[in-house]
T-cell receptor, first 114, second 111 residues
Framework: DAGVIQSPRHEVTEMGQEVTLRCKPISGHDYLFWYRQTMMRGLELLIYFNNNVPIDDSGMPEDRFSAKMPNASFSTLKIQPSEPRDSAVYFC????????????FGPGTRLTVL | TQLLEQSPQFLSIQEGENLTVYCNSSSVFSSLQWYRQEPGEGPVLLVTVVTGGEVKKLKRLTFQFGDARKDSSLHITAAQPGDTGLYLCARHGGGADGLTFGKGTHLIIQP
């Protein structure tokens, strides 16, 4: 298995620019999660999908953040416009079922907004 | 928000020593998970504990769930440099599927 795939692995951009992060979950997994990790706040859930439908986006910090899952094998997290405080490592994870099931994390995208 | 407090935040010890890290909360959990994260990678699940008082062993790692299901500990025997990493505890949100994580313990095992 290829595991969860994220791209790009590193992204450096300037304040105000649009940033798009991509995720391919493990085939057959019905749940997809986006998390953000910073030193100050640790690892936080942003949003998650079940069968491509957003279920809980209460962790999305602002309207500048949006996420989509157009099909079972692809999801995007977009930040527009980006700000320096968005600098973090963004992780995508997937699981076969919901609560209690093992979540498999991708390697993350390290985002730096200058 | 039901917070998970992990301690210590940082721990650096010599190879061969034993150590214990903790995960505490004021709330009762139905289950709790421990993850290890290495630099540049995502967290990897080590274990899930479900029953109060439960003890699970994974080679030199021993995980315990408190009797009241409000706390958990991870004990490593004869630590090795390969144990170096960020150890995170996590719980599933009440009725939700996403995970709530503690801030983790940064562990460094020096040769």
């Amino acid at each position: 298995d290829a595991g969860v795939i994220q791209s790009p692995r590193h992204e450096v951009t300037e304040m105000g620019q649009e940033v798009t992060l991509r995720c391919k979950p493990i085939s057959g997994h019905d749940y997809l999660f986006w998390y953000r990790q910073t030193m100050m706040r640790g690892l936080e859930l942003l949003i998650y999908f079940n069968n491509n439908v957003p279920i809980d986006d209460s962790g999305m910090p602002e309207d500048r953040f949006s996420a989509k899952m157009p099909n079972a094998s692809f999801s995007t997290l977009k930040i527009q416009p980006s700000e320096p405080r968005d600098s973090a490592v963004y992780f995508c994870a997937s699981s076969f079922s919901g609560s209690g099931d093992t979540q498999y994390f991708g390697p993350g995208t390290r985002l730096t907004v200058l | 928000t039901q917070l998970l407090e992990q301690s210590p935040q940082f721990l650096s010890i010599q190879e061969g020593e034993n150590l214990t890290v903790y995960c505490n909360s004021s709330s009762v959990f139905s289950s709790l998970q421990w993850y290890r994260q290495e630099p540049g990678e995502g967290p990897v699940l080590l274990v899930t504990v479900v029953t109060g008082g439960e003890v699970k062993k994974l080679k030199r790692l021993t995980f315990q769930f408190g009797d009241a299901r409000k706390d958990s500990s991870l004990h490593i025997t004869a630590a090795q440099p390969g144990d170096t990493g960020l150890y995170l505890c996590a719980r599933h949100g009440g009725g939700a599927d996403g995970l709530t994580f503690g801030k983790g313990t940064h562990l460094i095992i020096q040769p």
